[in-house]
């Protein structure tokens, strides 16, 4: 593990990373999703891609990176990139789940491989709805100590930053950046995603025009054991 400072928007971040496969000329860069950091990514593709240089990056926030104030994903993308910028690596694969995978189109490397991708819309449970409203209330009457009863569990336990920077993200559509995206992509989905479930793949499948989905079987967390399927269907050369 090793800790890169970057400066975005004047302000100073120290990002956690790591590189595996470092004389590889072709490099990869594994993003995770929320809630998780680099070492979930390393556990499921490590032995894998072995002919590129791995990089394995905890979003700012996460893992053993920092955060000074709440993003978006647009403020998470630019991080990254100066991220990247700082170890002069362009690499020509990302692959990205769930958060990481918006993170990684808005990025807009030429291949890109979306795992459960967040970015698409769906309508919300009715639950989901009523907790929106009585947060708002309690929000209004000044009680924001008690957030983490309505909080969703994906920000349970975290301070209020990034409790900040989940409403900034959450609902973000990124239906018109996938809709533009030109590059190759190649979308992996399990079967049950009760998170992000298969009716968003469908969609982003439908609106990146040169894209490939695999509807596997699984829930969120589906790649975990199949990061030697993936490796196999990322059949195409890379471009630079």
Known sequence: MAIKNVIFNNTRYSLSYELLNH???KSILFLHGWGAD????KRAFGGFFKNYCHIYLDF???GNSSIKEPLDSFGVKGIVREFLLSINKNPQIIIGHSFGGKIA??????NIVLLSSSGIVLPKRLWVKIKIILFKIIKF??????????ASKDVKGMDLVMYETFK????????????SYDGRA???WGKNDDITPIDAARTINALIKKST??????????FLDKGGFIENRVAWEPEN
């Open 23 to 25: 004389t590889c000329e």
């Open 38 to 41: 680099k070492e979930l990514m």
């Open 60 to 62: 700012p926030g996460f």
């Open 105 to 110: 189109l808005l990025l807009n490397p030429k």
């Open 141 to 150: 009457f000044g009680f924001r100590r008690f957030y983490g009863v309505f």
């Open 168 to 179: 900034k993200v959450v609902n973000e559509d990124m239906s018109g950046h996938f809709k």
């Open 186 to 188: 190649i979308l992996f």
């Open 213 to 222: 989905l695999f509807e596997l079987d699984g829930d969120h967390f589906f």
